[in-house]
């Protein structure tokens, strides 16, 4: 069965603490991405990688980091520096083509953070 | 700067007809584009896709226009079913070497039965 898969599908934090959020795909893609979706609106880039050991901050990626040891996977940590980290966060992987053109990202299902 | 939006946060459809989901871009040098599909609570689905060389593409009850002359996406969905409710939204690439996407706000599709 291949795919994206996130884990958690919730997580609650509490203030001050570091949470780490899991992406794994065996679709054999170089590209990763993670975003955060709040309500009502639509994705923002925190990190992404295109290959292993390399990463770029994305549009919000002040209070994020990630690593990218394994092309499989892709964590998130949240750390307590992120002041509203309640939200919705998507994790997305896409083949990477040495030419013109872009391609599609694929999407995981999804953890959803709240802060207590 | 330059985005990607959306002219109608919520379209609401009769089962059965069919809808038309519009987005505006402004970045006259993006040349791919996305639709994709987001259920409650759920990771966006890819749906359809169409590159700058096209102007209409054709998937399964879906398709897509995209008028490069006013910089205009639309996604058209057949025989709109209640399944296919849902927020849709529409990307734009703006940097190929990055393979980086812009993403939109969203509308969202309301099928009465």
């Known amino acids: 069965d291949g795919g994206i898969t996130q884990s958690p599908k919730y997580l609650f934090r509490k203030e001050g603490q570091n949470v780490t959020l899991s992406c794994e795909q065996n679709l054999n893609h170089d590209a990763m991405y993670w975003y955060r979706q709040d309500p009502g609106q639509g994705l923002r880039l925190i990190y992404y990688s295109q290959i292993v050991n390399d990463f770029q901050k994305g549009d919000i990626a002040e209070g994020y980091s990630v690593s990218r040891e394994k092309k499989e996977s892709f964590p998130l940590t949240v750390t307590s520096a992120q002041k509203n980290p309640t939200a919705f966060y998507l994790c997305a992987s896409s083949i990477v083509r040495r030419g013109a053109f872009t391609d599609t990202q694929y999407f995981g299902p999804g953890t959803r953070l709240t802060v207590l | 700067g330059e985005s990607v939006g959306l002219h109608l946060p919520t379209l609401s459809v009769q089962e059965g007809d069919n809808s038309i989901i519009n987005c505006a871009y402004s970045?006259?040098?993006?040349?791919?584009f996305i639709w994709y599909k987001q259920e409650s609570g759920k990771g966006p689905q890819f749906i359809i896709d169409i590159r700058s060389n096209m102007d209409k593409r054709q998937g399964q009850r879906v398709t897509v226009l995209l008028n490069k002359t006013v910089k205009h996406l639309s996604l058209q969905i057949a025989a709109t079913q209640p399944g296919d409710s849902a927020v849709y939204f529409c990307?734009?690439?703006?940097?190929?070497?990055?393979?980086?996407?812009?993403f939109g706000g969203g509308t969202r599709l309301m099928v009465k039965p």
């Open positions: 970045n006259s040098a993006s040349d791919y």
């Open positions: 990307a734009e690439n703006y940097n190929n070497a990055g393979n980086m996407l812009t």
